[in-house]
């Protein structure tokens, strides 16, 4: 299948960067687009397509992705929806083209909505729409460049085999989840906006492993693989975090004062705070 990138900046790019170490697509099968030339060099010289012209990106396209910004998105569809509707014949097993919007906030009903105008197809021809494309919204996280991402996928209109084809790509990504649009923001606050969280706590725990006496280097490595082996443990494990807490909390000793004097300042609860907070 061929595969076009509308948008090399931070998530396209990323997203871009993952495909490529991953090895789910070819380079020769990826294009992307950009209004900035600069920013496609890099993909260029490893064997991806790249253009400034978005049309010209997913004339070929099986599986076009929008990564732009939300304001953009609308343009866009309306931009290409000709040369997606002109399409050559999708390569099996997809019957139709398939468009994934990365943009958080955008609505379902607004993308079919533009790209029915885009098309020109009456919103009220069900099959007509059909036929046109399956639609999907997707929010993976930063860390899909090292194919670490946790991605939600929600269906918008798509088949059950479409829907199984784009899980099984961006599972070769990291991890991936099939959710509906209502679960959207939730699940960006706690895996895309959680990537940002959790780096805050990295900085953090290395700042005070510089107060104990290491040097800056060695604070963040030292909390980069503690928090590497904690994800490991619970993984291969399955146990809850309470849990692996109590293996590691005698009576009295340093492990549970740690934790006790970080709930007094509110550590759970300003976790829980930032999260909600996330969801206004």
């Known amino acids: 299948m061929n595969i076009s990138i509308i948008g090399a900046g931070a998530m396209g790019g990323a997203f871009a960067d993952g495909l490529l170490r991953s090895q789910a697509f070819k380079p020769a099968d990826i294009t ?7 920013k496609l060099e890099r993909f260029a010289a490893q064997g991806t397509s790249v253009t400034t012209n978005n049309q010209a990106a997913v004339a070929e396209a099986d599986i076009t992705v929008l990564a732009v910004k939300p304001w953009f998105v609308e343009g866009v569809i309306t931009e290409i929806g000709n040369s997606i509707k002109l399409s050559h014949q999708c390569k099996a097993p997809l019957t139709r083209p398939i468009i994934i919007n990365f943009a958080a906030g955008v609505r379902g009903c607004q993308l079919k909505e533009w790209l029915t105008t885009a098309l020109h197809t009456p919103a009220n021809d069900d099959e007509d729409q059909k036929a046109a494309a399956a639609l999907f919204t997707v929010i993976p996280n930063i860390a899909i460049a090292q194919c670490n991402s946790m991605t939600f996928i929600a269906p918008i209109d798509a088949t059950k085999e479409e829907t199984e084809v784009v899980k099984r790509i961006f599972e070769e990504l990291g991890e991936a989840m099939v959710t509906d649009e ?18 805050r706590y990295i900085r953090a725990a ?7 006496g290491f ?3 060695e604070a963040q490595q030292i909390v ?54 996330g969801m206004h």
Do not use: W
Request: aromatic content about 2%; overall charge negative.
């Open 32 to 38: 992307l687009a950009n209004p900035s030339q600069a």
């Open 182 to 199: 209502k679960h959207l923001t939730a699940g960006t606050v706690l895996a895309s906006c959680g990537i940002a969280y959790a780096m």
């Open 206 to 212: 290395a700042e005070g492993g510089v107060e104990l």
């Open 215 to 217: 040097r800056a280097g």
């Open 224 to 277: 980069m693989q503690t928090i590497k082996g904690a994800v490991s443990l619970l993984e291969e494990t399955g146990m809850h975090p309470e849990q692996a807490i109590d293996l590691v909390t005698t009576p009295g000793g340093i492990t549970i004062r740690g934790l006790n004097e970080m709930e007094h300042a509110g550590f759970t609860s300003a976790v829980v705070r930032g999260l909600k907070a």
